[in-house]
C-alpha cells in the first residue's frame, strides 16, 4: 500500500521559514515525479513546484520562486519543501503527490500538513 | 502558464440522473509522440485529500467506478458521472500535467444532490 506522510507543518511568523518533509513508503519512489500541491482554506487547489525523477529539473509556481525549494532523498524515499520568507498568503494545507506506474507526473497524495502564516 | 477554467462553478443533480462538467485549457494538452491528452480529474470530499478519477484524459483510476467517465482531447475536455449517487457529493478538479510546468488546475466544480 502506498503511504505518503508529510510533516513539518505548524504556526510561522511573516518572514519566518519551515521546512516540510514527506515520507514515501510502498511506492518506487525514485521512478517517478514528486510535487506539492496546497489548498488554502476553503479554496480551490494550486500546484507548488514538482521534481523529475533524478532531480535534475524542478519548477515552481511564480509566486513561490526564489523563496521555496524543493529537493528529494531517493535512499531515503524523502521529499522535502523549504520555505522562505513566508507570508499570509502561503497559509494553506501542503500536499505531497508522486506518479505511479501508469503516470508518472501524478497519482497518489498523502493527507496534508497545515502551515499559517501570521503573526 | 496554461490556464484551465471549469464550468459549470457548482451543479445540483438528482439522484441517479448525470452530472456533466467541462474542462477547458488555455493551450492543447495533447502530446503527439504518444498521443496522450496530459489531463486528470479528481474528487475531494470535505476533510479529505484529493482522490484520482481519471488520467490521461479518459483512463479511469484504481477502484474509480464505471459511472465516472471522461473524454475530450486538446484543449476540451469532459467528466460525466452517469447516475449520481449520495456518495458522488464533492468538488470535482482538472489538471494539465503537461511537460510545461505549472502544472496547473481548474477552480473545481462543486456538485451537490437536488
Known amino acids: 500500500e502506498v503511504q505518503l506522510v508529510e510533516s513539518g507543518g505548524g504556526l510561522v511568523q511573516p518572514g519566518g521559514s519551515l521546512r516540510l518533509s514527506c515520507a514515501a513508503s510502498?511506492?518506487?519512489?525514485?521512478?517517478?515525479?514528486m510535487s506539492w500541491v496546497r489548498q488554502a482554506p476553503g479554496k480551490g487547489l494550486e500546484w507548488v513546484a514538482n521534481?523529475?525523477?533524478?532531480?535534475?529539473?524542478?519548477n515552481y509556481v511564480d509566486s513561490v520562486k526564489g523563496r521555496f525549494t524543493i529537493s528529494r532523498d531517493d535512499a531515503k524515499n524523502l521529499l522535502s519543501l523549504h520555505m522562505n520568507s513566508l507570508r499570509p498568503e502561503d497559509t494553506a494545507v501542503y500536499y505531497c503527490?508522486?506518479?505511479?506506474?501508469?503516470?508518472?507526473?501524478?497519482?497518489?497524495w498523502g493527507q496534508g500538513t497545515l502551515v499559517t502564516v501570521s503573526s | 502558464d496554461i490556464v484551465m477554467t471549469q464550468s459549470p462553478d457548482s451543479l445540483t443533480v438528482s439522484l441517479g440522473e448525470r452530472a456533466t462538467m467541462n474542462c477547458k485549457s488555455s493551450?492543447?494538452?495533447?502530446?503527439?509522440?504518444?498521443?496522450?491528452?496530459?489531463l486528470a480529474w479528481y474528487q475531494q470530499k470535505p476533510g479529505q485529500p484529493p482522490k484520482l478519477l481519471i488520467y490521461?484524459?479518459?483512463t479511469r483510476g484504481s477502484g474509480v467506478p464505471d459511472r465516472f467517465s471522461g473524454s475530450g482531447s486538446g484543449t476540451d475536455f469532459t467528466l460525466t458521472i452517469s447516475s449520481l449517487q449520495a456518495e458522488d457529493v464533492a468538488v470535482y478538479y482538472c489538471?494539465?500535467?503537461?511537460?510545461?510546468?505549472?502544472?496547473?488546475f481548474g477552480q473545481g466544480t462543486r456538485v451537490e444532490i437536488k
Open positions: 503527490t508522486s506518479g505511479m506506474a501508469e503516470v508518472w507526473e501524478i497519482g497518489y
Open positions: 510502498g511506492v518506487t519512489f525514485s521512478t517517478f515525479y
Open positions: 521534481i523529475k525523477q533524478d532531480g535534475s529539473d524542478k
Open positions: 493551450q492543447s494538452v495533447f502530446h503527439t509522440p504518444n498521443s496522450r491528452n496530459y
Open positions: 490521461w484524459a479518459s
Open positions: 489538471q494539465q500535467y503537461s511537460n510545461m510546468p505549472p502544472w496547473t
